[in-house]
């Protein structure tokens, strides 16, 4: 641990699995610290029952982003309910009928024929009357009777869905006791590592369970392991020997971490889900979504996600850090490798949270960021060099590029990294690009002693190409000398005195966190955060190990979205891997590139505060969906008798309206499931409307999400 509360990098390349035999061991794990009072999600601690009842917790299989945790199903369609009102007098109307219909029976003014059954049944030497076994007799006879009545009336009253709408919720118990399952199914005694011969393990995990040692990160690393193991990545002996010696702390991060200083958002680690809030009871949501919890996972962030919303309208509080924080709950279990991209000071977590923290610009920051993002081959650093450099110059359309910017980049980094063994610094590249006569004369001069013909020919049709019209030369220098300032003096370092952060470390389950300069350097946090997005599309795509899910979350993509990140996304969803990204207005974006950044991201947030012409846009990519309308139509009765025309009077001086008939027509018609205008002035304050989509193709339709709920 280092002074400002980041981590050394060399930790985050160890893989948080068992070792082998003989190897270095793994760190020791610390005492796990009290969680903070009022924290939301975790299971509590150190109560060993609470943990085991949260493991054992239902958590059923439902659409895509409902909170499995403790979820009821509900029906998809809205039974028919009777209205409040109507069922409360119904019930009133039926019991006075009953009680009338009582009343007369029992003053004879029915007769008393509901009396033969019972003289019939009881002959007189049973009950002689004005006995007292004459009175039982008779007064069970009367309750018979009276249960009947009741029992017609009630039904006729809806006596019972008044008790189950307003009577039985009184009565109900606030908590059912949990029944244990038997141990081959119950979660807790880990039944699957009992079937595979490790039940000194699983003696040892429910123990340390039991006894308030283990937390669901804890749960969700092992279970981890345990996969690795069963796809043959590690040998089940060493597994076992991991866990039966340090118990709940084994498997550790490489940090040496078990959980995060703090938490704000409801997690379960179970299900991989991290809690954003709850779907409003209303009209335009589904029925079997509404009042349900709204959760994300690693399943749906695949798919990418988009949060459209001005600022104050709680992008970065109420999506973005509870998805980071997630993330690194994931990363800490052995799931996931995340990267959060903002502004220093954005609130996206405090350091300790984080294995790495890159403050660039910040002379106190212990880690650099890698220029060219950890590649050793020129074509490809060029390649996201440029991306980084004029993306946002290219033709917005789809299929516009940066290839000439490439290619003379790659024209200077080919040449450089073979004289000198390294690419060029922030200085030297700019130097380069201007055309500067010494650097270039140095250059040529270096691949002359080293007999590097074919790196001459690019060097001589780069001094070739200087100084004519439409050089890009020019532009990358402009862009080159936006990073190269005093405030960035001790950054991209390439001489290796520095300790540069590259995102070739996304093979490892690290956390990662980025600081842009944005107060002063606009201009350069847009580079920096188009450069980050350009190497994390080009790292995820040739990891080893696809299943680490690899995230990355930038607080704020304005400028980013380019032609070629827009491609990047698109293949993200193969290699296990998403983007979060965030903008204040959809006027960010090139207009041409609109659409395909809306296509290429599968989850869409609309909060509240959007524009009518950003709500066109995502009325537009939620489509339409068939509805029924109703219309109705009011008529004027017309009386022709003396007696109706009197009638009509009459009602026109008690209602102070014409009497009329109502007719109701019925039609299917083809509407936007959200309209530009409900969207930019029918979202609450602290709502927004979402659209999912899993990386298994099944979505579910834009839900109105209270995310303070």
């Known amino acids: 641990m280092n002074s400002d509360g980041t981590r050394d990098a060399r930790g985050t390349h160890a893989n948080p699995v068992p070792r082998p035999a003989g190897s270095p061991e793994m760190p020791t794990a610390p005492p796990l610290p009290p969680m903070p009072t009022g924290t939301p999600g975790a299971p509590p601690r150190p109560d060993g029952n609470a943990f085991l009842s949260w493991l054992r917790a239902p958590r059923p299989e439902a659409a895509p982003g409902v909170w499995r945790f403790k979820h009821t199903p509900r029906p998809d369609e809205e039974p028919e309910t ?4 109507q069922l409360l007098g119904g019930a009133l109307i039926a019991f006075l009928v009953g009680w009338l219909i ?47 009545i009741m029992v017609g009336v009630g039904r006729l009253g809806r006596w019972g869905e008044v008790w189950r709408r307003y009577g039985a919720p009184r009565f109900r118990q606030p908590q059912e006791r949990q029944v244990v399952p038997p141990p081959q199914e119950d979660p807790a005694a880990w ?31 092992i279970m981890r392991a345990w996969q690795g193991v069963r796809s043959g990545r590690h040998s089940l002996a060493t597994f076992t020997g991991a866990v039966v010696k340090d118990g709940a702390a084994a498997c550790l991060h490489p940090s040496g971490e078990r959980d995060l200083p703090g938490r704000l958002a409801q997690h379960d680690m179970v299900t991989g889900q991290v809690r954003l809030g709850a779907t409003a009871d209303d009209p335009r949501n589904p029925y079997a979504y509404r009042g349900t919890g709204l959760a994300l996972g690693p399943e749906l962030l695949a798919t990418s996600l988009l949060a459209v919303g001005p600022a104050g309208s709680g992008k970065t509080g109420g999506v973005v850090w509870p998805i980071a924080e997630s993330l690194c709950l994931h990363a800490l279990a052995g799931r996931a490798a995340v990267v959060v991209v903002g502004a220093a000071g954005a609130g996206l977590g405090p350091a300790d949270a984080y294995d790495v923290v890159v403050r660039i610009g910040n002379p106190e920051s212990v880690y650099d960021l890698d220029l060219y993002g950890g590649t050793t081959d020129p074509d490809e650093a060029a390649a996201v060099l440029a991306e980084a450099l004029v993306g946002d110059l290219t033709d917005p359309h789809p299929g516009g590029d940066s290839r000439r910017s490439t290619t003379v980049l790659a024209q200077l980094l080919g040449p450089f990294r073979a004289v000198h063994g390294r690419f060029p610094s922030v200085p030297q590249l700019r130097q380069l690009l201007d055309g500067a006569p010494g650097p270039l004369g140095e250059l040529r001069k270096g691949l002359q002693d080293a007999g590097q013909d074919s790196l001459l020919r690019e060097l001589d049709a780069r001094e070739r190409q200087l100084g004519h019209p439409g050089d890009v030369g020019s532009v990358l220098a402009d862009r080159v000398a936006l990073l190269d300032r005093p405030a960035f003096a001790g950054f991209f370092d390439t001489s290796g005195q520095s300790r540069p952060f590259s995102l070739r470390a996304l093979d490892h389950p690290v956390r990662v966190r980025i600081d842009l300069p944005e107060r002063g350097h606009a201009d350069a946090s847009r580079i920096l955060a188009r450069l980050v997005l350009a190497q994390f599309t080009a790292s995820v795509a040739v990891r080893e190990d696809r299943s680490l899910f690899a995230c990355l979350v930038l607080d704020d993509a304005t400028g980013v979205v380019t032609p070629e990140a827009v491609r990047g996304i698109q293949r993200l969803r193969s290699a296990n891997a998403g983007t979060v990204l965030t903008l204040r207005t959809l006027d960010d974006v090139p207009r041409p590139l609109r659409g395909p950044l809306l296509g290429a991201t599968g989850c869409r947030m609309a909060l509240s505060g959007l524009t009518p012409w950003d709500g066109q846009d995502f009325a537009e990519v939620w489509g339409k969906e068939w509805t029924e309308a109703r219309d109705v139509t009011d008529r004027q009765i017309i009386a022709d008798s003396p007696a109706g025309k009197a009638w009509h009077a009459l009602r026109r001086v008690i209602t102070g309206h014409a009497p009329t008939a109502r007719a109701v027509t019925v039609r299917q018609v083809e509407r936007e499931r959200w309209s530009a205008s409900e969207l930019a002035h029918g979202v609450p304050p602290g709502h927004a409307v979402l659209s999912l989509t899993d990386v298994r193709g099944e979505h579910a339709p834009p839900l109105l999400v209270d995310l303070r709920s």
């Open 191 to 221: 039944p699957q590592l009992r079937e595979a011969g490790a039940a000194e393990a699983a003696d040892r995990l429910v123990a340390e369970a039991r006894a308030g040692l283990m937390r669901d990160v804890d749960h969700a690393r």
């Open 82 to 85: 009777v209205p409040g009102r």
């Open 102 to 148: 009582w009343s007369l029976l029992w003053n004879g003014y029915l007769g008393g024929w509901w009396l033969v059954p019972l003289y019939a049944m009881v002959p007189d030497s049973w009950a002689p009357p004005g006995s007292y076994s004459s009175v039982v007799f008779s007064y069970v006879w009367y309750t018979i009777i009276a249960l009947v």
